[in-house]
């Protein structure tokens, strides 16, 4: 006797004998392991790309970690920088209004908030930066409210600042050249002083470009003139006047 099942067809072997399990399963149509196509994962696959992954999320946190440190930090610098500079900013408005300034030019125009809203739109470490900047200009302003005569180099003409930095290291030489001819009394020991002196203007100038930039500070608008062409002028003439001299003495001699 043959059972059907609605949707299912069943073989039953002529002899009476029941199905056996592979011949069910064949019959019955249902696709095994290798026939579905999944792919079974090795477990030590699977554990290696978790430590990976907890790795980087931890690297990550680390990360944020130092940055919100750093961003802390900086937040707090900003903060004593700032009462620092207002402090000052008070005691020299004072002493300014005191001396006859009108407290109206004290104040910063719209101009110039805007300038430095934009100077600290970079975060906490703008701030900062922007802070000690304005830390400078106070410490000039009190140096040169506390000095008293015409001697104040910073509020100098560029040229005549620059003048007292570029000139002795532009004289320097010369004067070497000049006492080594008195003394040698010319010959030998002058022809070297004169091919020595030849790179010294070069020297010279170098030096008193450095010298400038160590002397002064940059102006409100950040920018320091070193007057270069004046500078190369100051350094050139001394050398060239003393190498003709020289030369002079030695084909007179």
Not at 161 to 190: D, K, M, W
Request: hydrophobic residues 45%; aromatic residues 4%.
């Amino acid at each position: 006797m043959i059972r059907t099942v609605p949707g299912v067809q069943q073989r039953q072997p002529v002899d009476g004998t029941p199905p056996t399990e592979d011949e069910g399963a064949v019959g019955s149509g249902g696709p095994g392991p290798a026939e579905s196509g999944e792919v079974v994962e090795p477990k030590g696959d699977a554990w290696t790309a978790y430590l990976a992954a907890a790795r980087q999320l931890d690297a990550v946190r680390r990360d944020a970690a130092t940055a919100a440190g750093e961003q802390h930090r900086s937040v707090q610098a900003a903060r004593e920088e700032l009462t620092g500079v207002r402090a000052r900013l008070t005691a020299q408005q004072g002493r300014l209004v005191d001396s006859g300034v009108p407290a109206m030019s004290l104040s910063p125009s719209p101009p110039e908030e805007s300038v430095a809203a934009r100077s600290m739109s970079g975060g906490p470490s703008a701030v900062l930066a922007a802070l000690r900047t304005a830390s400078g200009w106070v410490t000039d302003a009190d140096v040169a409210l506390t000095s008293t005569g015409w001697f104040r180099p910073g509020r100098w003409p560029a040229r005549l600042r620059n003048l007292a930095v570029y000139g002795p290291s532009a004289l320097l030489v010369p004067l070497i050249q000049v006492v080594l001819h008195l003394v040698a009394e010319g010959g030998p020991v002058t022809v070297a002083a004169l091919l020595v002196g030849l790179p010294m203007p070069a020297v010279a100038f170098v030096a008193g470009w450095i010298g400038v930039g160590r002397l002064f500070r940059p102006g409100p608008d950040g920018r320091l003139d070193r007057t270069p062409r004046f500078g190369a002028l100051v350094c050139l003439v001394p050398a060239v006047s003393t190498a003709a001299g020289l030369l002079l003495a030695l084909l007179a001699g």
